[in-house]
């Protein structure tokens, strides 16, 4: 694959709309979430932890666009 190539397969990628068919998903990690944030102490069960953390961290973003150096 050459370089042409390559930026054409990258310039697809990013113009494709990845959360596509990922709503009902998110609706439901946001419903979980906001049940646990709303509710007393409660123990989950490892599944509910395993959706829960499927949003990952994201402090990890804030601080990414946070940033006003351009990332340097």
């Known amino acids: ?3 042409r190539n390559f930026e054409q397969q ?4 990013f113009s494709k709309d990845l959360s596509a068919g ?4 998110r609706e439901d990690l946001l419903a979980r979430c906001l049940d646990v944030l709303g509710s ?8 509910e932890l395993e959706m829960l953390s499927a949003a990952g961290d994201v402090t990890a973003l804030t601080e990414d666009t946070d940033r006003t150096d351009g990332g340097v």
Not at 22 to 25: G, I, K, S, V, Y
Not at 40 to 47: G, I, S
Request: net charge negative; charged share 35%; hydrophobic share 40%.
């Open 1 to 3: 694959m050459n370089e």
């Open 10 to 13: 990258l310039k697809g990628l």
């Open 22 to 25: 990922t709503e009902a998903f």
């Open 40 to 47: 007393e102490a409660q123990e989950l069960a490892d599944d």
